[in-house]
């Protein structure tokens, strides 16, 4: 069955560097998301993307962030500025056609700011 | 807009007994409604959905749910749970048009006792 991967599974960076978090969506879906999920709290929507630009974003999704569908398969999250409080689960998830198809999520990459 | 709702953060329960996870949602408009289960240190998984139809659905692992409109809920039910069953249990909600973005309750961690 065609999954959701994410690269790297886990992340550490400086406080202030850049960091990009990288996906790859299933191959026939066309609605792209990442949610971020701190340790021990909910899982938070951040941004959702279709049609090469980006549809909805959370208040969370400030300047800071950015994303980008490089090529036919990538789909990358990426942070400028990296503060403490970034230091969160990242999931990715895809799903299909359809209003009720579920999204597919990637195994997450863990980012650590130190 | 729609919101979800998990009343309990944590459940315990012994092995083979069953298990109700709560979960109710508010919304303008009609929706469809979501399980995700997470095990520890992996991305979430999707254990059934509502769509439309027969209000009872099931879905992996002998988990079912049933879709009550009149109460605004959407309960996980398993007659009799085992040890892997534990994990964190999110229940989700997605409104009905194709940019709606999925939106996850605060999760319930389930655990089961020998």
Redesign the interface.
């Known amino acids: 069955e065609p999954e959701v991967t994410q690269t790297p599974s886990h992340q550490v960076t400086q406080m202030g560097q850049e960091v990009i978090l990288r996906c790859v969506p299933i191959s026939n879906h066309l609605y792209f998301y990442w949610y971020r999920q701190i340790l021990g709290q909910k899982v938070e929507f951040l941004v959702s993307f279709y049609n090469n630009e980006i549809s909805e974003k959370s208040e969370i999704f400030d300047d800071q962030f950015s994303v980008e569908r490089p090529d036919g398969s990538n789909f990358t999250l990426k942070i400028r500025s990296t503060k403490l409080e970034d230091s969160a689960m990242y999931f990715c998830a895809s799903r299909g056609e359809g209003l009720g198809s579920p999204l597919h999520f990637g195994n997450g990459t863990r980012l650590t700011v130190t | 807009a729609q919101s979800v709702t998990q009343l309990d953060s944590q459940v315990p329960v012994f092995e083979e007994a069953p298990v109700e996870l709560r979960c109710n949602y508010s919304s303008s408009v009609s929706v469809?409604l979501?399980w995700?289960v997470q095990y520890p240190n992996?991305?979430?998984?999707?254990l059934l959905?509502y769509?439309?139809g027969s209000t009872l659905v099931k879905g992996i692992n002998g988990f079912e749910a049933e879709f009550n409109k009149s109460q605004t809920s959407f309960h996980l039910r398993k007659p009799s749970v085992h040890i892997s069953d534990t994990a964190e249990y999110?229940c989700a909600v997605?409104g009905?048009?194709?940019?709606?973005?999925?939106?996850?309750?605060?999760?319930t961690r389930l655990s089961i006792r020998p």
């Open positions: 469809y979501f995700y992996q991305g979430l998984q999707l959905k769509l439309s999110f997605k009905d048009s194709s940019a709606s973005k999925i939106i996850f309750g605060s999760g």
